[in-house]
């Protein structure tokens, strides 16, 4: 529990981790109580971090006072039960964990996905401002329909309604090309 150093009276949860300097309940004065988030986290049973008993025992990397209970997966650094961070099995430490999400050297974590119904839409729309360029663009978004089709979209779930725009403008703008061509050549009669 986290208590006021003057009185030493216990905050509340709502005094803690707060913006704003808050009111202490014993005292009435001023504080400001910062902490970290694995504090209020509960643990199963013999998982919580337990407190070195013996000097001979490994300390946690981060928290000398703790009792190791883990090497990270990536730099080996021994870590307590509050510092482990537990991705697909592999339990990497808050360091090797933000560098990897950010160096997307985890790849089981996915930071962002490829939206590839809006490119179909993208690559269906823009070309009509210059229409011989669908020639080359609408079997473009055929092909980026029946490919990505089943493709996980947006992070966020989304229907599949601008496959199926840009699939019904490819396929006009395809028929357009038809019948340009089939004016173009000469029908010989027999």
């Not at 985890?106 to 729309?125: G, M, P, W």
Request: aromatic share 10%.
């Amino acid at each position: 529990m986290i208590s006021c150093p003057k009185c030493q009276t216990p905050l509340s949860k709502q005094a803690i981790n707060i913006k704003a300097a808050a009111t202490c309940p014993g005292c009435s004065g001023l504080l400001r109580a910062d902490v970290f988030p694995a504090l209020y986290r509960s643990f199963p049973k013999g998982a919580s971090a337990e407190v070195l008993h013996v000097d001979k025992e490994a300390s946690c990397f981060y928290h000398p006072d703790k009792k190791a209970e883990i090497p990270c997966a990536a730099c080996g650094r021994f870590l307590c039960a509050l510092c482990d961070v537990v991705l697909n099995g592999q339990h990497l430490c808050p360091i090797c964990f933000e560098k990897g999400k950010i160096q997307h050297k985890i790849k089981s974590l996915e930071n962002h996905r490829t939206c590839y119904d809006t490119i179909a839409l993208v690559v269906a729309i823009v070309p009509i401002l210059i229409y011989w360029v669908t020639i080359f663009t609408a079997p473009l978004v055929i092909f980026l329909t029946f490919r990505y089709w089943k493709a996980p979209s947006s992070i966020i779930p989304r229907t599949k309604v601008r496959f199926i725009l840009a699939f019904v403008i490819a396929g006009i703008q395809i028929a357009g090309w038809i019948s340009i061509f089939s004016n173009l050549i000469p029908l010989k009669n027999l």
